[in-house]
């Protein structure tokens, strides 16, 4: 049998025993299908004396984590997080060292992805990140091979397990953002920080990646329209039910001419489109292509076991001897999209008004909606909660985004809203 491929791992925390356990539990199985065996000779972490419920003895310890690019190892894993810092030092110094590089971390792929694949392209060394986006979701593989003959019109998703799972939370059980998320941090579905989850970055980061993938142009992070769920209410949530919807955090990119719309933003989805029932911390991923259709990926998007899988698989690839553009085409073909102007891109909107219990309120919605151009489908009015604000709910016909931006923008300041409004793209 050929010699086993020798991999160092950077980072120890649960995806990190995780990829030890997988090694260890499906050993036989993973030589079979690789060729050869895979075993990790060297491991590095912030805390050596940490209980992390593997044999650790077995393996060679590294301190200084960027020192792993030295280690005598084929490939190194990255799984310590950050777009950059350590995680950036050691990626750099493994791919000029010559050597594979895996790695989870869609943070620092977003933002250096492109430098990464020159670097690796021009040592002729894999770079891999499957687990980078949706953990144990082929959807990386899906677009860089399965779909490589189709021209891809659209792609999006659900990309964030934590948003997912508080926003089904609040669906099927009627409660409020913030004792949702509270409970999310209590199971460990998000974190003490939340920031990144809920508003939407960590979506951008994949989003951005996927967005190269499937329309062969440079990462562009810095191009994404980022909202997230800090501000959504149980009524918003009862209002898209009532009315055949269901609310999801999706982040779209799509092609626009030459130009590149990438939007991470909460958006009412149709009952009769798949995204609507992935609930829990399910991701799902949609691509449109010419020849294909469409493609749905789904399952879990994080978590120890799934995205340890996913890692486990890249190593199986560079077993294999299988490598390939980082991108799904080399990196100097790669395109430089403008952003697309969303003020063009037409859609129906949600938008949720708090606003006084008072004469004259809704007139003064309608009037800036009709000024700006917007055409009205439907106002909803609720009544009066204990403090005497009155929630204003209206969805609009088919029309230019720029209008509804218009709209939002002459109520700016207005005394009659006691709250910021909240608008939403209806999935079309």
Known sequence: MAQALRVALAGLGTVGGG????????????????????????????????????????????????SLAEAEADVV???????????????????????????????????????????AEGAGVPLKFEAAVAGGIPVIKGLREGAAANA??????????????????????????????????????AEADPSFDIDGVDAAHKLSILASLAFGTAPAFGDVAISGIRHLLAADIAEAAAL??????????????????????AHLVPNDHPLAHVTGATNAVVAEGNFVGRLLFQGAGAGEGPTASAVVADLIDIARGEAGPPFAMPADALA?????????RRGRAYLRFTVADRVGVLAEIAAAMRDAGVSIESLIQRGAPAD??????????????????????RLRGSQSLTGEPLWMHILG
């Open 19 to 66: 990829v030890i356990r997988v090694l260890d539990e499906n050993r036989e199985l993973i030589t079979r299908r690789a060729g050869r065996p895979i075993e990790v000779v060297a491991v590095s972490a912030r805390d050596r004396s940490k209980d992390r419920g593997v044999d650790l003895s077995r393996f060679a310890w590294v301190d200084d984590t960027a």
């Open 77 to 119: 894993v990255e799984l310590i997080g950050g777009s950059d810092g350590p995680a950036l030092a050691l990626a750099r110094r493994t791919l000029a060292a010559g050597k594979g590089f895996v790695t989870a971390n869609k943070a620092m792929l977003a933002h250096h992805g492109l430098e990464l694949a020159r670097v």
């Open 152 to 189: 891809i019109a659209r792609v999006y998703g659900i990309l964030n397990g934590t948003c997912n799972f508080i926003v089904s939370k609040m669906e099927a059980e009627g409660r409020d953002f913030a004792e949702v998320l509270a409970e999310a941090q209590a199971l460990g579905f």
């Open 244 to 265: 055949g919807y269901r609310v999801r955090l999706v982040g779209v990119a799509e092609a626009d001419g030459d130009r590149l719309f990438q939007r991470v933003h």
């Open 336 to 344: 430089t999209a403008a952003a697309a102007d969303s003020g063009e």
């Open 388 to 409: 005497g604000s009155v929630l204003v709910a209206i969805v609009t016909h088919d029309g230019p985004e720029r209008c509804v931006a218009a709209a939002l923008e």
